[in-house]
T-cell receptor, first 117, second 115 residues
Framework: AQTVTQSQPEMSVQEAETVTLSCTYDTSESDYYLFWYKQPPSRQMILVIRQEAYKQQNATENRFSVNFQKAAKSFSLKISDSQLGDAAMYFCAYRSYSMEYGNKLVFGAGTILRVKS | NAGVTQTPKFQVLKTGQSMTLQCAQDMNHEYMSWYRQDPGMGLRLIHYSVGAGITDQGEVPNGYNVSRSTTEDFPLRLLSAAPSQTSVYFC??????????????FGPGTRLLVL
């Protein structure tokens, strides 16, 4: 079974600074997807960024980028130029490439990000 | 499109009561799932469905039933509520094929309190 670990329960960052959230995972599969989801106080789950394991290039979405290290099974999220609206819970999630089990996601425990003005 | 909708938004139950959490999507997605979110544990999969008439258990299925009679609806039933089922419940859907087939679309969640 796959597992996802987020070792930082809480992180803080000053507005306009850069912060990195850590995520490690365990799997025996070679093909899979990794995601970062943002959950603001409204509780809505918002997809931030996704990475296909077969792609060596790290995904980027505006101020959000990832550092995907497949051999180390590490998938960190970097937020540049942090804004007050970035304050939220962030979840790292894993999905098998196979659709045999639907679209099951395995989540980490989450990291609360606080942004200071 | 309304996307994924869930009702109710909040519910209080007494131990032993039963209820159904409703989930509907209007995107014609084949895959639908139910997750529960508890503090310090992230989201955990309860049940999922790969199409109408097909359901299977996830990581934490005990105490919950599901059925999928239509593509649009995927209700979650609590047969006899217990305080351990106090949680926030999310329904999600995704297409089986296409450019966004690996992405799940989440509903707004249902907060359930069992006394």
């Amino acid at each position: 079974a796959q597992t996802v670990t987020q070792s930082q329960p809480e992180m803080s960052v000053q507005e306009a600074e850069t912060v990195t959230l850590s995520c490690t995972y365990d799997t025996s599969e070679s093909d899979y997807y990794l995601f970062w989801y943002k959950q603001p106080p409204s509780r809505q789950m918002i997809l931030v960024i996704r990475q296909e394991a077969y792609k060596q290039q790290n995904a980027t979405e505006n101020r959000f980028s990832v550092n995907f290290q497949k051999a180390a099974k590490s998938f960190s999220l970097k937020i540049s130029d942090s804004q007050l609206g970035d304050a939220a819970m962030y979840f790292c999630a894993y999905r098998s490439y196979s659709m045999e089990y639907g679209n099951k996601l395995v989540f980490g425990a989450g990291t609360i990000l606080r942004v200071k003005s | 499109n309304a996307g994924v909708t869930q009702t109710p938004k909040f519910q209080v139950l007494k131990t032993g009561q039963s209820m159904t959490l409703q989930c509907a999507q209007d995107m014609n997605h084949e895959y639908m799932s139910w997750y529960r979110q508890d503090p310090g544990m992230g989201l955990r999969l309860i049940h999922y469905s790969v199409g109408a008439g097909i359901t299977d258990q996830g990581e934490v299925p005990n105490g919950y039933n599901v059925s999928r009679s239509t593509t649009e609806d995927f209700p979650l039933r609590l047969l006899s509520a217990a305080p351990s089922q106090t949680s926030v419940y999310f329904c999600a859907s995704s297409p089986r094929t296409g450019a966004s087939q690996e992405t799940q679309y989440f509903g707004p969640g249902t907060r359930l309190l069992v006394l």
